[in-house]
């Protein structure tokens, strides 16, 4: 996930002490069970299990965030939150497991009785849906709907901004134009799709795709009622298949959801629908937002960004409070990217001179430490994807300390042994980018660079760091950025980070401009892979050249501290929505 889905990150650390006494307070108790934890709920046990089962349903379910969506329309959202709870009003073929942890990460059906009948060795996948899907004007959902829905993702130049994996591999060559400018008198003119009946929709792919179900449990593949369809302003009051609908909603401050009363139980095996309304409240205040969560306003932050730095320290000392905290990986990572296209890290040995003389500790406590910033990380593949190797780690960063010997060594081999200068860009809305800036520029002065920090617009993210030309011409050497999985595979990590066909002239995410034949030909392997393990195996040997290409320093793959009130039933936090917790199981005391 780009950095729309990055989940806004707030607060950088503070100073030295009131960090370190931060995290001497969550050692003590982050690795003990107490007995809060044996009766199902205590710190940090909604990573270990359900806790506060119930199927009792009223009440109203309360979110506060400081981020509202990029989009509520599924085929534009691509914020996380957004894809968690949009489950509210979307459903799919296929989604997610409704269970915690690892578990959450295999898929499951969904508006399809089963999961799809795949033949033409990998090219031809189809479902037959369920009886009494309904939209909330009780019409029934058809397979027309849902090809109606994912062809709006061809409209880029009136819906853009969401993921556009099912257009790469429907349609390689980009032949259709979308919906709005279908010439077909029914608008559903993509070929790849099939609609032979109303129940049945036949999707056929040029090449085979290992990981084409999982883009299909994406609300981008979420079905659209043709004459509800707002265009644009569609995000503004989706109309609803699942079991909420919208009541109300103003961008940036508000939204309410209800009860869908055309939403059947009995045609949805994911969905408990235990609240009977489901607030979304908006602010700009993050401290307040955090004295109020712990006040019991507010049942969870949407956007699980974690508590602040004063809440958090506040929280984490109180054992009441403490009680109502989790501490989930999240599945991102945090690093440091370095452009080729920038001198002098166009040179391999300057790039791996950054790399060893930067301080993985230290960037490790600018992010708010193991606990609120996350383990140190050695490598460029998330834990929970498979082919991951934590261990793995050739440049020794899990030692915790910058190698000065061998970043002097790197400066000679590149021809600067004096050192070079260079620019550091981040965004200026994420404090905790700037702190981590500060402590690469400090490590890496000490062998001779000299890194000038420039604090960018974070809201021109797409066309800043994420255009080659304005790269080059500004000269950042090193972006600080983070990046999550769209869905748990190499494919769905890796992929738009490091294969050379996902250079874009705009909204670009490889920002090393890494264009390696070997790199791009494992994807293209692992792709044909339907064994996810064997495709594992191929990612793992991927992640292994893009360690050896020394484009990327990473620093953490990332934990948070959230909060949940005691209100809240059939709490769990799932990988498969990066460690958040499973908004759709959710209810209320």
């Known amino acids: 996930m780009t950095s729309p889905r990055s989940k806004k990150f707030r607060t950088a650390a503070g100073t030295a002490v009131v960090l370190a006494a931060l995290l001497s307070t969550a050692a003590c108790g982050g690795g003990t069970e107490s007995k809060d934890d044996k009766a199902g709920a205590g710190f940090n046990a909604a990573t270990k299990g359900v806790i506060n089962k119930s199927d009792a349903k009223g009440g109203t379910l309360k979110f506060i965030g400081t981020q509202d969506a990029d989009s509520w329309d599924p085929q534009r959202g691509y914020y996380g939150f957004m894809w968690d709870f949009a489950r509210y009003y979307t459903r799919q073929l296929v989604s997610y497991t409704p269970e915690p942890g690892a578990k959450s990460t295999s898929l499951t059906p969904d508006l399809a009785t089963g999961l799809a009948e795949v033949s033409d060795d990998g090219k031809t996948y189809k479902y037959t849906l369920r009886d009494g899907i309904t939209w909330e004007d009780g019409s029934p959902v058809t397979s027309q709907d849902i090809k109606y829905g994912i062809e709006r993702a061809w409209a880029q130049d009136v819906i853009s901004g969401g993921p556009v994996y099912l257009m790469n591999v429907l349609d390689p060559k980009g032949e259709y134009k979308g919906p709005y400018k279908d010439k077909s008198k029914d608008k559903l003119g993509l070929k790849a799709i099939e609609t032979p009946d109303e129940k049945t929709i036949v999707f056929k792919l040029p090449e085979p795709n290992g990981d084409f179900e999982q883009m299909l449990a994406m609300p981008a593949a979420s079905p659209v009622k043709q004459d509800k369809d707002t265009k644009s302003k569609y995000g503004l009051k989706p109309f609803s298949n699942g079991p909420y609908k919208f009541e109300s909603y103003t961008p940036n401050k508000s939204m309410v959801l209800v009860r869908n009363p055309e939403w059947k139980k009995d045609s949805d095996p994911i969905r408990a629908a235990l609240p009977d309304k489901i607030t979304v409240t908006f602010t700009t205040n993050a401290d307040d937002m955090d004295n109020r969560l712990l006040k019991g306003d507010y049942d969870l932050d949407i956007n699980a960004t974690g508590l602040g730095q004063a809440a958090r320290a506040k929280a984490l000392q109180n054992e009441d409070y403490k009680a109502n905290l989790d501490n989930p990986q999240t599945g991102f990572i945090r690093y440091a990217v370095f452009p080729q296209t920038v001198k002098p890290l166009d040179n391999i040995e300057c790039r791996k001179a950054i790399i060893y003389a930067a301080d993985p500790k230290s960037l490790q406590n600018a992010r708010g430490g193991p606990q609120a910033g996350g383990d140190i990380a050695a490598n460029m593949l998330p834990p929970a994807i498979k082919g991951a190797d934590p261990k793995y780690d050739p440049y020794n960063l899990l030692d915790g300390k910058p190698d000065v010997a061998k970043a002097k060594e790197a400066l000679k081999a590149c021809g600067k042994p004096n050192g070079f200068s260079t620019t550091i860009a981040v965004r200026n809305n994420k404090p905790i980018e700037i702190a981590t800036a500060e402590s690469m520029q400090n490590a890496l002065g000490k062998v001779g660079i000299k890194a000038q920090i420039d604090q960018f617009d974070g809201a021109q993210t797409a066309s800043v760091i994420g255009s080659p030309k304005v790269v080059k011409d500004k000269g950042y ?12 595979t190499g494919q769905g990590f890796s992929q738009p980070l490091v294969d050379g066909r996902f250079i874009l ?13 070997e790199i791009n030909g494992l994807f293209d392997k692992a792709l044909k892979e339907t064994d996810p393990e064997a495709a594992g195996a191929i990612y793992g040997e991927m992640n292994k050249k893009v360690s050896e290409a020394a ?21 769990y936090t799932a990988d498969s929505y990066n460690g958040r917790y499973d908004y759709a199981s959710l209810g209320v005391k």
């Open 477 to 488: 050497g090193i972006i600080i950025m983070g990046w999550g999985a769209d869905f748990p």
């Open 505 to 517: 002239e705009s909204g670009n995410n490889n920002f090393s401009e890494l264009d390696d034949k």
């Open 551 to 571: 484009v990327y320093l990473p620093f953490t793959h990332e934990k948070n501290i959230i909060w949940r009130s005691s209100r809240l039933t059939n709490v």
